[in-house]
């Protein structure tokens, strides 16, 4: 037995202890949590505490060559409710809601009371601007309950991109202190309407914008939607046009409304770009193809800068924004205007070619200073007679004279005499077997120099001396776009093999300018003065004639080609050309695509007059002389 007496008690000794190392134990784990910890904790807290909300920076513009605005950024304004002002109104409409139910005991789904009494006050306001815009617009509450549940934080748009008169309407008469507000973004606009729509392209909506310098990356986070390219330079540029974007930081309550914001940052604006278009000649080859299907390509023949791109038919962009609507999308699909046919459209050049067949027929030593061929209007090759297009035959004619006249018998023997492979060698050092490296999307791969390795591959039967002969005038296999022939123009004009043809004006940074990779032509200055005289005396007196300007002397070549669609042959009208001769600066290609079997057009008829017009906007602008300055000149 223990002995009362003592003061000590062995148990509560060990009842002492233990519960002292259990104090320590929690005083250690306290500390821990408290100053270790805290910070994580702080973390945690925030988190669930805290949301971003990132802002896009506005798109940079794109100007023309002369620093008009050709793609720019219109206020677009819409009215919008925050549905955090709206919460004690949603707790009243609730509770009417259920009391209603629960007095006809119809045994409603109490899980759509809620969604009943949000949709009711939203409607309500609704209502008002309404009332103030002579609407009758109606809450759609798919929309509303999944922005509810994803975008609580952003303004619930009611009615968007309000008309300046709406806006104005909504400003004055909109009480003060309302939930509901005028949300001010920005949509693309683009002040010449249909001109350079394949050049400048469009834009579409996107949440994927960059976070890069927006604070807060650990929170949850929501953003206002951005712009994102989709075809031409707004596509090519993107990066260079995208705006920085901004942020905010809101502390926000358990149901996730915001009431305190903590953090902004203003996003910043994109980068302008400065092309090489000039409006007035991109609209002056808009208005020469009128509502004819084609494409005109101009280019600066000293840089590759692009003057004007044209494809035709196009459409409005301003249509396509902020959003493309279902009947534009079917009526753009309709025209077939998707197409940029200046970089996409693979065509036959037809008597366009006949330039490269003679540079060939110099090169291979076929070709001579005396050489002349008797065109009695078509030539016998194997068992088939080709035709020339004037059926009575053009005599005996050289080279010049074949090409002012476009005698198809001449280059018929000029390719016999030369072969497929001199030709496509030819062709191929100007380019015309691959894209030309324009800064767009989507330029076409899929063009076609022929050889007789390519006609085998493609197992089309062997290679026949027809096939020389349909070569040597542009026709049979081979297929081009009108750029590509631009780019050839732009070079031979020159006396060079290759253009890399470039849509952003020369000083700008991302320019790259001419790449003449292929060297100069394998030509004499004799040879080349032939041909130039040529392509000069057609358009003075020849197939091209149509294209002459007063007091500008002007190298051109036309072209018609057939082609066969849907089972009905069609017509293709090409011109080509350079000026002025003596000093080239602008480079032309015009193609006009027949659709229908009665479109009889002709490049002498049907291309060369817009062409004309656009050597006519461009010499006009840089003030071109009299009639008579240029008399007496002759070619270098």
Known sequence: MFDVHRNANPRLRVFYLVLSLLFIVLSLGLAYRQVVLSGKYRELEKKQSHRRILVPGPRGNIFDAEGRLLVGNRPRFSAVVYLSELRPEFRR????VVRAAREQSEGANPGN???EARARVVQRYLDRINEILGRDEVVDRKQMERHFRQNLLLPLSLIRDLTLS???RLIEQIEVGSPVQVHADSARYYPFGTAAVHILGFVSSTYEISEEGVPGKDLTTVSLKG???RTGLERSFDEHLQGISGGEIWVVDPSGFQYRRTTQKQPVKGSDLHTSIDADIQRAAEKGLAQRVGAVAALVVNTGEVLALVSQPNYDLNDLSPFIPNRVYQKISENGAWLNRATAGLYPPGSTFKIITAIAAFEAGTLGPDTTVDCWGSLEVGNRRFACHNPNGHGTVNLE?????????FFYKLG???????ISYTARRFGLDNPTGIELPNETRHM?????AWKKRRMLDNWYPGDDANLSIGQGFLRVTPLQMAAFMASFARGEMRTVPTLLKSGEKTARGIVSAGGKLPLSDAQYLRIVNGMDQAAQVGTAKLVRLPGIRIAGKTGTAQVRSNNENLTLAWFIGFAPVDHPEIAIAVLVEGTEPE??????TTAAPIARAVFKSYFDKQGHPSPGDFAATSIP
């Open 227 to 229: 712009k994102i390219g």
């Open 599 to 604: 479109d009889q057009y002709a490049g002498g």
């Open 448 to 452: 076609i120099v022929p050889d007789k």
């Open 93 to 96: 409409e609730y509770i009417d």
């Open 401 to 409: 004279q074949a090409i002012t006249k476009s005698c198809n018998v």
């Open 416 to 422: 016999l005499d030369t072969g497929v492979e001199r």
């Open 113 to 115: 009371f809620e969604i």
């Open 166 to 168: 709406e806006y104005a």
